[in-house]
T-cell receptor
């Protein structure tokens, strides 16, 4: 149980392109999903908290116009990196928490490696 | 803002050795999770600890939660190459933060 699917797993695209990453909870409903960014050999950095049916909450220093988050249903959140540039290249990981509430552990997707040329 | 410091940052040991990884917080944990992450993959949940003083075992892994719920440790007995990975502690209620990570390499 508690499977989170993230797609695509790998993206290579040209500078200026917008890239959409999907995060789905397959066997549970997730009111809240989280988006993280991870640089090589570093820990995960929380970018934003995605709440179903409302606006995402962004962490300090994360540009909300750059990283658009949509959480239209209890099983799907999307992250769109708009007008991506080489400095946006990174490993992006989503996670989802069961609707049973705060304090429950989060379950992770397998990540998306984004490479901007 | 709660900070999670892990130590050591890096650890390279021989197969069969024991090791302990620590996670310390500037404030009390509500609950704490330990994850292991392999390259190119998302973190995989190992355990959740909730009660001060709690000890949980998962095969060769022993997790301990400090009495004051401000620190936790992960002990691995007789490490194997398959234990290689990035170990992360994490805590939070409505949102989560991660520790600085411990990169473990077990040599055959």
């Amino acid at each position: 149980g508690a499977v989170v699917s993230q797609h695509p797993s790998w993206v290579i695209c040209k500078s200026g392109t917008s890239v959409k990453i999907e995060c789905r909870s397959l066997d549970f409903q997730a009111t809240t999903m989280f988006w993280y960014r991870q640089f090589p050999k570093q820990s995960l950095m929380l970018m934003a908290t995605s709440n179903e049916g409302s606006k995402a909450t962004y962490e300090q220093g994360v540009e909300k116009d750059k990283f658009l988050i949509n959480h239209a249903s209890l099983t799907l959140s999307t992250l769109t990196v708009t007008s991506a540039h080489p400095e946006d290249s990174s490993f992006y990981i989503c996670s989802a928490r069961d609707t049973t509430g705060a304090g429950q552990p989060q379950h992770f997707g397998d990540g998306t490696r984004l490479s901007i040329l | 803002t709660q900070l999670l410091e892990q130590s050591p940052q890096f650890l390279s040991i021989q197969e069969g050795e024991n090791l302990t990884v620590y996670c310390n917080s500037s404030s009390v944990f509500s609950s704490l999770q330990w994850y292991r992450q392999e390259p190119g993959e998302g973190p995989v949940l190992l355990v959740t600890v909730v009660t001060g003083g709690e000890v949980k075992k998962l095969k060769r892994l022993t997790f301990q939660f400090g009495d004051a719920r401000k620190d936790s440790s992960l002990h691995i007995t007789a490490a194997q190459p398959g234990d290689t990975g990035l170990y992360l502690c994490s805590s939070g209620t409505y949102k989560y933060i991660f520790g600085t990570g411990t990169r473990l390499k077990v040599l055959a």
